[in-house]
Every structure is written in structure tokens, then in C-alpha cells.
């Protein structure tokens, strides 16, 4: 089915323009184009963007399925405007071989909301101990280019050293959580005025800022690609920018909720507020906006991790960490980035559709909207606010951080490869 | 008074006196042959302790009863408390069972906020982690009083491991709503990251304060923290934070000495300091009770006016 797209405006700049899709990739584009066979879908001047594209996502399957699966976290990704995801590997088992790399791969072929690229583990069974097999889950079917113990921290200077050398060979990039683990034993929140007052171990920034420093300058030596997950401080903006000004090839990403949300949130000791890294203060906050409008961090990633009731509904100590992120992230970053004029629309598609698409080299997403280019495409009605419902969220999980608030953007539609994944903010 | 207390932080200075005046009235009733009063005849206090605590737990078990109140011990030591599930299942178990108050003694910082956003009744935070302990903060500040006459002006040094106590924080909260003056020694690595935001003076040197203190609260240091290298040694943590006899005589002769218990004699406190006459250390245990008495009392509404209701 070839589809003709009216009334949108490509990075949501100039007049509205028609476009054509056939054969999953764009084929025209231009005004009062004719019907002819294509079925018609009105964009009602939408803003037109590249799918988007989450270098960091927990999709909870294999083990979890009660927390998340393929289906269902895909799902939840194509309604937050997601042609890609990349699965994260810390699942049971961890995807450490090839074997379960592609199955999480095809899981995600056979769900068909968006495609999946899995990270496999850099360390097997995240024991931060012996390297995975990386060659082997790079010459798989699911082409695994992003390495990541996500979760844990790759904490062996040595280990982390040789894997940064050894994924050269496949274009690889290893994104690392970085968490000193001597400086966050039993850590429960950021560490500073909120945490003394309420009594929970603290997680300083310097935890996060001295494996991102010792990172940066062993990457440098070795040459390699460094791609640093979910940067919370004001200090590690400040680190990354240093390591760019000597132009060593390291990246970065921020998380939505990290854009905005702060510690004194933990004051209410509700789980869902409990992540990893954890909830900064109001300055880091102000710091990472920055470093995203300047392009110091490359990209918006979601860190998207779905858990179980019983998981959340606990004692703050007994909570697992983490925060739904796929349905709300466009919305968040449109609060806090682009109607503040931090960032235009079409640094918005760099943010979180070319340039994550090219640091996880990510074929056929993140392209621009030109003739030619596939049709992986999302459609964001500007004035849709609509306020987060926990309960009727795609994600099989509740633990969104943004319950009740009013977001000021919705996804309108999503295309992967030419076929609507979403239409009017539905599953097509 | 709210409906809880959960944090000192939730008393306001006329919630505070209020207590201290009503534990006043109840500490009159101990000293009666027949030390029962039927205020809370039909009223269910439950002691749901996910944590030993044999001497909190007696303290509020007798305080309740004293009020007539029905008690139940739910000790739920033992059983899996590493998912919160417990904690919200046994909270439901408990709303079924109709309790009036629960009194909570959890390991985990905030569960007795959590707890309270699952129960109809009053909850009181009887310690919860490194968080709060406010009826210990209420006794001591009830125990400054009879001693001293009043707790405004009073310049109180709290000494040892503020970081991971609940009494300091709970101490430091009501002591400043209360006028007095307080500043905590211990060694850098036992004080929080964020301290300076606290109504509190710090200072690293313990000799240097005592002179001025009225009122010297010590802390319970656990031997574990050794391990975890906060100090190098329990000898060279006696010797600079400890209280020895030689470091009480600078005390002015008022002073009074207070530990919240159990203590570790030789470590912060010698036990001829323990033992002597400046030591409140058994008048705070009897003090307990009375204090527990109130705000079981205000709690649960009694006749006052000036209680009750939701806040
Ligand atoms: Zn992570």
C-alpha cells in the first residue's frame, strides 16, 4: 500500500508539502500532489520528522515478559514516534551471544512496530569479568554495532581499555553506564542536601564524572569510539565537552526525564521517582539542557525501563530504579527543549533520529526527508497537548515518572518503511 | 497535629509543646498506684517491627496499654521484607484488622511515609533506616526539659555517626523548631554530604565544644562502620570523639549526658559517664513511655479540642 502523506511541514519549517510514499521509501515531495493510487492520510500540518531513533531501551524480554516484551515495548516505541529502538542487554539471559541477540532481533522483525537493534553485552553475563563474544554478535543477523553492560558499570580500567580497542574492528561503540561501584554502594539517590535530609544513601556526581574522565582520555589513547549513557551532571557535561574540544570521537546522551525532573522529587519516597543514574539537581538539569541545545551531548535517549508492580510498589530501598520513557520522551523534550527555543525541529531530528542513528550505525534510519530516503517517518501535531495516563499507556508497565502531567506535543502518526505504524495516536 | 508522625519535621513548635505538656500529664498517671487510663478503651494500636527493637517495641506496647488501647505485636522480622509487597500486603492485612495506629519500626528510609499512603489510620514512625526516629527526638526533648527547665536556648552538642543515625536527624529538626541550639561533632566521614543545609552548627572537635554544651547527646557509633573505613580504629575513635571522664569534667556542672541507646560502653561513652549523675540515660527510658502515652493520645483523638482531625 503506497501512502500520500498531505499537509505537512517537514521540520515543521515553510509551507505544508505532500508526500508520497511507495515502496517504503519517500517518492515525492511537493505541493497538490494527485491521489492517484495511493491512499491519502491527512497530516493536518503536522510537523514532519525522520522516525525516531532510542539508542537506549529496556525491553525486558527475554526473562521479564511480565515487566515489558518486544511486542509490547515496540509498540509503546511507535507510539512515542520510534522507528528504532536499540534493545539493551541486560536481559535473562543477558544478550551476550549471538544466539540471543538474534532473538531479540527477530522478536522485534515479527512485532513489526519498529525495528530492534540489539546491544549486546561487552562483559559475559555483565559480571564485568571476561569480554562477550562481540565479533560473533557483529557478524549476526541482528548486526550488533552498540556494546553495553548497562545497568552495571564496565569498572575494569583494563577490560574497558581492551574493549574499546577490540569493537575498531567492527565499527563497534561501547556505551557505558558509567557508575564508580565503590562510590555507590547501596546508593539510593543523588547525594547531596535532599539525600542528608531524608536519610538515603547517597549517589554523588562524582561517581558518574570519574569513569566518564577516565573514559574519555582512554578512548583518546587507544583511538575508539566512547559513547557515555545517560549523563545526569552538570560536571560530566563539563567533561565531555573538554574531551570533544581535544576531538576525540566521544558521545553522549541524555534522558528525558533527567531534562527535568529533580532529587527533592525523592522527598515523597514514591519508587517512581527511583532511577539509575538518579534524579539531579535543579543546576544538572540546567547544565544537560544546555549541553543539549549546544550539542556537547549528541542525543536524546529514553533509557526506557519498564518494571513489574511489585517492583515499584515498595519501600523506596526495596524499589528497582527506572522510569517508562518511550511514549513521553518527544513530548518532554518539546517542554523543555524546543518551546523554550532551545532547539529547533530539525535539531530535534538530529537529536533523536540522525545523529543516535549514526553513532549506533544504524542503516536506513536517521535519513534525511528527501526523495529517495526511506520512508521511516513521524508526524507531531504541535498543539495536541495531552495529559499522561499511567494506565493506558502501551508499555506493559505503569512506572511512568510524567503521570498526570500535561504534555504540550503528540505523535500524530509513525511510518516504518513506508507502512503506518501509528495513525491519529493509535496502533495503525 | 496531623494525622501522622512521620517526620519530626511534621510538628510545628505548638504540636511540639503540646506533646511535652500532655506527656507531662501522662508521666502524673505513672506515678499512680493504678497507672491505667481508659482513654483508648476500643481503640487498636498495632507495632508492626520489620526491625528488632525490643525497648521501642516495649515502650510503645506499654504506652498503649496504659491508654487502655487494644495492642498488637505483628513482628514481621523473619519473613521476606526485601519486596515491598510485604509491606503493602501486610499494611491491607492490618487496615482489614481495623487498626486505630500502627507504630512502624522499618530498616528502609520513608516506609512509614509508603506505609501511610496504604492505611485509613494514624501511623507513627517509631525509626525508619538512616531516616527518623520522632519519638525519640519528643523524649529527649521531654527529658531536656524536666532536667533543665526548658529546651529554648539550650545549647546542645549531638557527637557520633550523624550520617546514619535517625535520632540525630529527628533530634536536629525538633531541637530548632524548639529554640535550642545545636551543633554536632563527629568525624568528617560521619557527618552527611549536605549537612550545612541543616539547622545545625558542625564541628570536628569535640573538646572544643563541651564547655559551652548544656545538654551532650551521644550517639551509638556500630562497630561495622569500621570496616567501612568511616574511622581507622574504635581506639582512635574513642580517643577523639569519645566521651571518657576526663572530657566530662569540662562539662559545667548542669550539663546533662543523654544517649538514646543501646549503648557501646568504651566506645562513645565511658560507663562511669553512663553511670553518674549527669547520665539521663534511664530517666529517657521512663520518659519514653510517658511521651509515647501523648502522642498515641493526640493521635487518636482525645477529648482536647486543640487534636485530631486531619491536617
Ligand atoms: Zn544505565
Redesign the interface.
Given at each position: 500500500m503506497n501512502y500520500l502523506v498531505r499537509d505537512v511541514r517537514p521540520y515543521g519549517e515553510g509551507e505544508p508539502v505532500d508526500v508520497r510514499l511507495v515502496d517504503g521509501a519517500i517518492a515525492e515531495i511537493g505541493t497538490g500532489l494527485s491521489d492517484g493510487d495511493s491512499r491519502v492520510y491527512a497530516g493536518g500540518g503536522a510537523v514532519l520528522l525522520p522516525g525516531l531513533v532510542d539508542l537506549h531501551t529496556h525491553l525486558r524480554e527475554p526473562g521479564r515478559e511480565d515487566a515489558e516484551t518486544v511486542e509490547t515495548g515496540t509498540l509503546a516505541a511507535a507510539l512515542g514516534g520510534f522507528t528504532a529502538v536499540h534493545a539493551m542487554a541486560n536481559t535473562d539471559p543477558v544478550a551476550d551471544t549471538a544466539g540471543v541477540v538474534e532473538q531479540v532481533w527477530r522478536l522485534g522483525q515479527e512485532a513489526g512496530h519498529c525495528d530492534v537493534a540489539p546491544v549486546g553485552a561487552v562483559t559475559v553475563g555483565l559480571r564485568g569479568e571476561q569480554m562477550a563474544e562481540l565479533g560473533t554478535m557483529a557478524d549476526s543477523a541482528a548486526r550488533v554495532r552498540v556494546f553495553s553492560d548497562d545497568g552495571t558499570c564496565v569498572s575494569d580500567a583494563s577490560l574497558m581499555r581492551r574493549a574499546l580497542e577490540y569493537v575498531k574492528a567492527f565499527d563497534g561503540v561501547i556505551a557505558q553506564h558509567a557508575q564508580e561501584p565503590r562510590l555507590t554502594v547501596g546508593a539510593?539517590m543523588n547525594?547531596?542536601?535532599?539525600?542528608?535530609?531524608?536519610?538515603?544513601?547517597?549517589w554523588?556526581a562524582v561517581a558518574e564524572e570519574a569513569v566518564i574522565a577516565r573514559d574519555c582520555l582512554l578512548a583518546a589513547h587507544v583511538g575508539s569510539r566512547l559513547h557515555v549513557c545517560h549523563v545526569s551532571t552538570a560536571g560530566s557535561v563539563e567533561l565531555i565537552r573538554w574531551a570533544k574540544s581535544k576531538g576525540w570521537d566521544v558521545t553522549a546522551e541524555v534522558t528525558p526525564h533527567h531534562l527535568v525532573l529533580t532529587d527533592d522529587l525523592a522527598a515523597?519516597?514514591?519508587?517512581v521517582f527511583k532511577v539509575n543514574p538518579p534524579l539531579r539537581t535543579a543546576a544538572d538539569v540546567a547544565a544537560l539542557r544546555a549541553g543539549l541545545a549546544d550539542g556537547t551531548i549528541d542525543c536524546v535517549a529514553t533509557d526506557n525501563a519498564p518494571h513489574a508492580l511489585?517492583?515499584k510498589?515498595?519501600?523506596?530501598?526495596?524499589?528497582l530504579p527506572g522510569m517508562t520513557g518511550l511514549e513521553t520522551a518527544l513530548g518532554i523534550v518539546a517542554e523543555t527543549m524546543v518551546l523554550p527555543g532551545r532547539l529547533t525541529w530539525r535539531q530535534v531530528a538530529e537529536r533523536l533520529s540522525s545523529t543516535p542513528a549514526r553513532i549506533g550505525r544504524l542503516e536506513g534510519h536517521g535519513r534525511p526527508l528527501a526523495v529517495g530516503e526511506p520512508a521511516n517517518l513521524c508526524l507531531v501535531d504541535e498543539a495536541a497537548p495531552w495529559t499522561v495516563d499511567a494506565a493506558t499507556m502501551a508499555t506493559r508497565s505503569r512506572n511512568t515518572p510524567f503521570a498526570g502531567r500535561s504534555l504540550p506535543v503528540g505523535v500524530r502518526a509513525t511510518f516504518l518503511r513506508g507502512t503506518p505504524t501509528v495513525l491519529d495516536g493509535a496502533p495503525a | 497535629m496531623s494525622r501522622h508522625l512521620l517526620s519530626a519535621a511534621d510538628l510545628t513548635r505548638e504540636d511540639a509543646l503540646l506533646v511535652l505538656d500532655t506527656a507531662e500529664e501522662m508521666a502524673l498517671v505513672e506515678e499512680r498506684t493504678v497507672k491505667k487510663l481508659p482513654t483508648l478503651r476500643g481503640r487498636t494500636v498495632v507495632n508492626l517491627f520489620f526491625e528488632d527493637s525490643t525497648r521501642t517495641r516495649t515502650s510503645f506496647e506499654l504506652a498503649a496499654k496504659r491508654l487502655s488501647a487494644d495492642v498488637i505485636n505483628f513482628s514481621a522480622k523473619g519473613s521476606s521484607v526485601s519486596k515491598g509487597e510485604t509491606l503493602k500486603d501486610t499494611a491491607l492485612t492490618l487496615e482489614a484488622m481495623g487498626a486505630d495506629a500502627i507504630v512502624i519500626r522499618h530498616a528502609w528510609s520513608g516506609a512509614p511515609v509508603n506505609l501511610a499512603r496504604w492505611v485509613h489510620g494514624s501511623v507513627v514512625n517509631a525509626g525508619d533506616g538512616t531516616h527518623e526516629h520522632p519519638t525519640q527526638a519528643l523524649l529527649d526533648a521531654f527529658t531536656m526539659r524536666r532536667r533543665l527547665g526548658r529546651v529554648e536556648g539550650l545549647k546542645v552538642t549531638i557527637v557520633g555517626d550523624v550520617l546514619h543515625s535517625r535520632v540525630a536527624r529527628s533530634n536536629v529538626l525538633l531541637l530548632s523548631t524548639l529554640g535550642a541550639d545545636v551543633t554536632l561533632v563527629a568525624p568528617p566521614t560521619l557527618l552527611p554530604v549536605g549537612v550545612e543545609s541543616w539547622p545545625a552548627q558542625v564541628s570536628y572537635d569535640l573538646d572544643a565544644v563541651l564547655a559551652k554544651s548544656d545538654v551532650v547527646m551521644m550517639l551509638r557509633v556500630q562497630r561495622e562502620r569500621m570496616g567501612a573505613a568511616y574511622f581507622p580504629s574504635q581506639r582512635e575513635y574513642a580517643r577523639r570523639y569519645g566521651l571518657d571522664v576526663r572530657r566530662a569534667s569540662a562539662l559545667h556542672d548542669d550539663a546533662v549526658v543523654m544517649h538514646p541507646g543501646p549503648m557501646v560502653r568504651g566506645m562513645e561513652i565511658a560507663p562511669e559517664v553512663a553511670d553518674g549523675v549527669r547520665s539521663t540515660i534511664v530517666e529517657q527510658v521512663r520518659n519514653g513511655v510517658s511521651v509515647r502515652m501523648a502522642v498515641l493520645y493526640l493521635l487518636l483523638g482525645g477529648a482536647s479540642p486543640a487534636i485530631g482531625g486531619d491536617a
Open positions: 539510593q547525594e547531596g542536601v535532599v539525600s542528608s535530609r531524608l536519610g538515603l544513601t547517597g554523588p515523597s519516597y514514591d519508587p511489585e517492583d510498589e515498595a519501600e523506596w530501598g526495596a524499589a | -
